[in-house]
């Protein structure tokens, strides 16, 4: 049994197919189908259920799986430690992010200060922000950032970006040269939000409800960047998180009186995990740069 075939088993098992995998792992289908077949011949068991092309993981495959994903972690682990005893400067960063337009400032920041670390990123998609649990729970990386709770044990978290919440309007919007608004100024506009389940719709639907009014949504988006975009466009308004020394982007943001509205940014790690040296620096460099944010 070869550490290849276990590499190579578990990526085909997370995605249930060998086409898909196989892309992944930048090898040729039939190459890798037969990796495949000849690990299950040394284990003596078939480890999918095979039916008109398409692949599951069967019982043996599930209990193979969890024995492997624990020894490649281990050997991970193992070999995250051999390169700190290389020291820091060369060590690497792995992380997943729901709000790479947040942290990407922060990594760049980083790197002026080390800039021979490396970073793997995993951006995820807003609609799977709990991928980032599962994913320190494996130990698949170091750390996670984002506008998120998670709620797992042995995953910590710590606050360290309160953004406010400002709304966003279009040039040449009736409030466009107001310092501040009331929510009540805008009840009958229309509304751009993200999609139901976002976790930044959860935030502004609360919003909305603590001020008493009721939102006409004509839009709903999944990322921030087509948020931006249809309010410049002149769709609508939006509610949209800033910080200190932002820069304006093409549309005028207003403080909305009467609220404390706040999106807290964390960063998260598993306490049970090996994390790089890396990692840890750039854990307590996140708290110091978002400081004065």
Not at 112 to 117: G, I, L, M, N, T
Not at 131 to 153: A, C, T, W, Y
Request: hydrophobic share 40%.
């Amino acid at each position: 049994m070869e550490l290849l075939q276990l590499q190579y088993f578990r990526t085909v098992a997370r995605l249930e197919h060998m086409t898909k995998a196989a892309e992944q792992l930048h090898i040729a289908q039939p190459a890798l189908s037969k990796t495949i077949s000849r690990l299950e011949e040394d284990l003596g068991v078939s480890l999918f259920d095979r039916a008109n092309r398409q692949i599951r993981l069967n019982a043996f495959g599930k209990a193979f799986l969890a024995k492997v994903e624990a020894s490649l972690s281990l050997l991970e682990e193992g070999q995250k430690e051999v390169m700190d005893m290389a020291g820091l400067e060369r060590g690497i960063v792995s992380i997943a992010t729901n709000a790479l337009n947040r942290l990407s400032p922060a990594i760049a920041a980083f790197r002026e200060r080390f800039p021979d670390v490396s970073f793997r990123i995993n951006q995820i998609a807003p609609a799977e922000t709990n991928q980032i649990g599962v994913l320190l729970e494996r130990g698949n990386v170091d750390l996670g950032f984002g506008p998120m709770s998670i709620h797992k044990p042995g995953i910590r978290e710590l606050p360290v970006l309160l953004a406010e919440v400002y709304l966003a309007v279009p040039h040449g919007h009736r409030l466009e040269h107001q310092s501040s608004i009331t929510l009540d100024q805008v009840a009958d506009d229309s509304f751009i939000d993200y999609k139901s389940g976002h976790p930044f719709r959860q935030v502004n639907d609360e919003i909305s409800r603590k001020a008493g009014i009721r939102r006409t949504i004509v839009c709903e988006v999944e990322e921030p960047t087509a948020l931006g975009s249809l309010v410049q466009a002149g769709l609508g308004v939006a509610f949209v998180p800033g910080c200190k020394g932002d820069q304006l982007p093409q549309y005028t943001l207003l403080t909305i009186e009467g609220t404390d509205n706040k999106r807290a940014f964390s960063v998260s790690w598993n306490e049970v995990r090996y994390r790089s040296e890396a990692a840890c620096e750039f854990q307590r460099f996140l708290v110091e740069y978002f400081a004065d944010k």
